[in-house]
C-alpha cells in the first residue's frame, strides 16, 4: 500500500536562507510524486512533478525537488526563501494512474522571518 | 482562464439541512475529484469521476452523493448536514493518467462548509 509522510508540520526560515521540506514515501511500483502549495483561502497549485524522467526535477518559482530511490524520499529545496513563500506545502503520491490512487502528505506549513 | 469554479465560497448550514456545492470546470478535463480538508490533515477524496455519467466513492463518501450529467460540471450533495462534516471542500480536476502516472490536479479555491 502507498503512503506519504511529510516529517515536519512546520519550518520557519529567514527570508533570503534555503529551504528544506521532508516527504518520505511508500510505494510499491514506481510512483509518481508531486509536490503542491497551498497559499491561504486558496485551492492547491501544481509546484513540480516526478514520474521518472529525471530524479532532480525543477518546478516553478524556484523549488526543485529530488528523487532518491534508496533513501524513498522526495525531499523539495529552494536556495533563497522569499517572503511570498509562506504557505502550506503538501507531497502527493500516487502508485498507478488512477483518480482513487492520489495520497496526500499532511502538509508543511512554512513560515518566512523578515 | 477559469479552470476550476467553485460556488458557494462560505456556507453556515444548520444540522439535518442539505445543499449543494457546485463544481465547473473550462478545461474539458475528464477526470474530476472531490476533497475535503480538515485542520492539520491532508486531502481526503470523497467521490471522484473520470468522465460524464460515471463516478465512483473515494475514502470518506459516506453522507454524500455526486453526480456528473456533463464533463464540465460536478456538484456534490450534503442530505442530512451533520458537525462532522464542517470542512473546507476542494474539487479538483485533471486529464487522464498516462500509464503509470497521474496528471496533475488543478484545484478550486474551496468552499468553507461550517454545520451547526
Known amino acids: 500500500a502507498q503512503s506519504v509522510t511529510q516529517l515536519d508540520s512546520h519550518v520557519s526560515v529567514s527570508e533570503g536562507t534555503p529551504v528544506l521540506l521532508r516527504c518520505n514515501y511508500s510505494?510499491?511500483?514506481?510512483?509518481?510524486l508531486f509536490w503542491y502549495v497551498q497559499h491561504p483561502n486558496k485551492g492547491l497549485q501544481l509546484l513540480l512533478k516526478y514520474t521518472s524522467a529525471a530524479t532532480l526535477v525543477k518546478g516553478i518559482n524556484g523549488f526543485e525537488a529530488e528523487f532518491k530511490k534508496s533513501e524513498t524520499s522526495f525531499h523539495l529545496t529552494k536556495p533563497s526563501a522569499h517572503m511570498s513563500d509562506a504557505a502550506e506545502y503538501f507531497c502527493v503520491v500516487s502508485d498507478y494512474s488512477s483518480a482513487s490512487k492520489i495520497i496526500f502528505g499532511s502538509g508543511t506549513r512554512l513560515s518566512i522571518r523578515p | 482562464n477559469a479552470g476550476v469554479t467553485q460556488t458557494p465560497k462560505f456556507r453556515i448550514l444548520k444540522i439535518g439541512q442539505s445543499m449543494t456545492l457546485q463544481c465547473a470546470q473550462d478545461?474539458?478535463?475528464?477526470?474530476m475529484y472531490w476533497y475535503r480538508q480538515d485542520p492539520g490533515m491532508g486531502l481526503k477524496l470523497i467521490y471522484y469521476?473520470?468522465?460524464?455519467?460515471?463516478?465512483d466513492k473515494g475514502e470518506v463518501p459516506n453522507g454524500y452523493n455526486v453526480s456528473r450529467s456533463t464533463t464540465e460540471d460536478f456538484p456534490l450533495r450534503l442530505e442530512l448536514a451533520a458537525p462532522s462534516q464542517t470542512s473546507v471542500y476542494f474539487c479538483?480536476?485533471?486529464?487522464?493518467?498516462?500509464?503509470?502516472?497521474?496528471?496533475?490536479?488543478?484545484f478550486g479555491d474551496g468552499t468553507r462548509l461550517s454545520i451547526l
Open positions: 510505494s510499491s511500483y514506481s510512483p509518481s
Open positions: 479538483a480536476s485533471s486529464l487522464p493518467g498516462q500509464g503509470t502516472s497521474n496528471q496533475p490536479q488543478h
Open positions: 469521476s473520470v468522465g460524464a455519467g460515471i463516478t
Open positions: 478545461m474539458n478535463h475528464n477526470y
